[in-house]
């Protein structure tokens, strides 16, 4: 599905590419639309930087003394990401940095911050 929303981009990217951002998601939108494939508007962000990463990037690394969620609260959701993912049929390979990209989009961090919050011990 995917490569159904970057083709379709691409076939008229002067189109999409005038709303910026926003076109991204149009094209992800009608993509889906054309398939006949329902999309859960849920899930519409992490659609749109599976087919152009970083589009809507907020990640950061916390300030000092910044409350984080736990990491089993972290470890969890990456987990779940993780399983959505393969089911998904991203590539093995790929599933582990693209969890943690998404999970730095949901939680506005830095995937590499996670990472390393995620090696420490509780």
């Not at 659609?47 to 990463?53: D, S």
Request: aromatic share 8%.
């Amino acid at each position: 599905m995917i490569r159904q929303v970057r083709s379709l981009y691409l076939r008229d990217e002067q189109r999409f590419d005038r709303w910026g951002a926003l076109g991204k998601v149009l094209a992800t939108l009608e993509a889906f639309r054309l398939e006949g494939v329902r999309l859960d508007p849920g899930k519409l962000h992490a659609y749109v930087n599976l087919a152009f990463p970083r589009t809507f990037s907020c990640q950061r690394t916390p300030a000092p003394g910044e409350h984080l969620p736990s990491r089993e609260v972290i470890r969890a959701e990456r987990d779940s990401l993780v399983e959505l993912l393969t089911e998904s049929g991203v590539p093995g390979e790929r599933v582990g940095s693209v969890a943690l990209e998404e999970l730095g989009e949901r939680r506005c961090l830095d995937p590499g911050f996670i990472r390393e919050y995620l090696k420490c011990p509780n």
